[in-house]
């Protein structure tokens, strides 16, 4: 069976692939270059991994993990791979929703290689939001970066007080909002 009309792919059980071989399964039922939305609902695909099948859906426009496996990734050494240089430098993605807590590095990896990603939700272990927000406010201020919206799930509602003031303090956005709305906390500049 093909799927010549589908735009959008959920993936929801992990199967054993080897290199681009996702990519070469994936089309034999539906066309993946015109995908613009894709899930991933599986715990075992790798950043490497996801980042290959990206390579692959130059329409891309929102992505949505379940979890994702970093596997103790070097930030060096992914930025000087072919494959994550071609991915950042072409890939659309607009949004991406991450259902996992993301460490700083993870954070850096993600928007170093999604440099078109405006919106993205995920969640932060709270000792490292201070952190990932002024890695997040240097990229922003440097013009390095197209995202302008976060969403941090899951946390409680005494960091919007702590964001709140740490944003001031430091001066790290000029212009910018927080909310806090159902347990996530949503800030954009």
Do not use: G
């Not at 071989?21 to 715990?43: A, E």
């Amino acid at each position: 069976i093909y799927f010549p009309n589908a735009n959008e792919l959920t993936i929801e059980h992990y199967f054993k692939i080897f290199d681009d071989s996702i990519s070469t399964i994936l089309n034999c039922i539906l066309p993946i270059k015109q995908l613009t939305k894709l899930i991933i609902k599986s715990s075992n695909f790798s950043f490497e991994q996801i980042v290959n099948l990206i390579r692959f859906t130059p329409n891309l426009y929102t992505l949505k993990l379940d979890l994702l496996s970093f596997n103790e990734i070097n930030l060096k050494l992914i930025q000087q791979n072919e494959t994550f240089q071609y991915v950042s430098n072409t890939n659309k993605i607009k949004t991406i929703e991450l259902r996992q807590s993301c460490t700083l590095e993870n954070f850096q990896m993600i928007i170093n290689v999604f440099l078109q990603v405006e919106y993205l939700k995920t969640e932060m272990n709270r000792k490292e939001i201070n952190q990932i927000i002024r890695f997040l406010s240097s990229k922003i201020n440097n013009k390095e970066h197209c995202l302008f919206f976060l969403c941090i799930s899951q946390i409680p509602k005494v960091c919007l007080r702590e964001l709140n003031l740490l944003i001031k303090l430091e001066n790290l956005f000029n212009d910018y909002s927080i909310k806090y709305i159902d347990r996530d906390l949503y800030l954009w500049w």
